[in-house]
T-cell receptor, first 115, second 113 residues
Framework: NAGVTQTPKFQVLKTGQSMTLQCAQD?????MYWYRQDPGMGLRLIYY???????DKGEVPNGYNVSRLNKREFSLRLESAAPSQTSVYFC??????????????FGPGTRLTVL | AQSVTQLGSHVSVSEGALVLLRCNYS??????LFWYVQYPNQGLQLLLK??????LVKGINGFEAEFKKSETSFHLTKPSAHMSDAAEYFC???????????FGTGTRLLVSP
């Protein structure tokens, strides 16, 4: 079991460039999440997908789009990167059997720098 | 809306000393509460969680936390720190019926020999 995998591990972009962060889980989980982690701010939810075919905005969705490609995969797209999007991005998944109680399992993160 | 406050961005202890990391929550309904740990250059992993039942919750690596409704607190403790406990610790809350977690800003634990 690989758990939650993310690609790439590191990325440097120029302002205005676009890119897609990939996330996949092999635990047959229903729910998936994208967070960003910034120093002194903890983790903030960007988007989540409660189940295959649904996506919803989190706390900081501006400048991002997501796609729940299938039950395993949940991608995050930056259409026009800005320096404010420099951050570490984490994908997570949970089984979602009883809402609110689930353990979320995290990937290793993608460190993104926007110049 | 629910929120959590972690007092102290950094906590330093000596190896063998008591570890106490503080977390207070704000929620309009009895919450579900979590502690996650992040080792350097890794993702987060669950230490322990409170959902229902016993208010003293035991987790991995000798950590435990007690849910105190009257104090709106969920502090994390470990009787004796090890060097391997050096990491960043995050408290998180979710409202009953929702999937989303709200994280605190984190506390970095430093353990000296």
């Amino acid at each position: 079991n690989a758990g939650v995998t993310q690609t790439p591990k590191f990325q440097v972009l120029k302002t205005g460039q676009s890119m897609t962060l990939q996330c996949a889980q092999d635990m047959n989980h229903n729910s998936m999440y994208w967070y960003r982690q910034d120093p002194g701010m903890g983790l903030r939810l960007i988007y989540y997908s409660a189940s295959e075919g649904t996506t919803d905005k989190g706390e900081v969705p501006n400048g991002y789009n997501v796609s729940r490609l299938n039950k395993r995969e949940f991608s995050l797209r930056l259409e026009s990167a800005a320096p404010s999007q420099t951050s570490v991005y984490f994908c997570a998944s949970s089984e979602a059997v009883v809402q609110g109680t689930d353990t979320q399992y995290f990937g290793p993160g993608t460190r993104l720098t926007v110049l | 809306a629910q929120s959590v406050t972690q007092l102290g961005s950094h906590v330093s202890v000596s190896e063998g000393a008591l570890v106490l990391l503080r977390c207070n929550y704000s929620s309009s309904v009895p919450p579900y509460l979590f502690w996650y740990v992040q080792y350097p250059n890794q993702g987060l992993q669950l230490l322990l969680k409170y959902t229902t039942g016993a208010t003293l919750v035991k987790g991995i690596n000798g950590f435990e936390a007690e849910f105190k409704k009257s104090e709106t607190s969920f502090h994390l403790t470990k009787p004796s720190a090890h060097m391997s406990d050096a990491a960043e610790y995050f408290c998180a809350v979710s409202d009953r019926g929702f999937q989303k977690l709200v994280f605190g800003t984190g506390t970095r634990l430093l353990v000296s020999p």
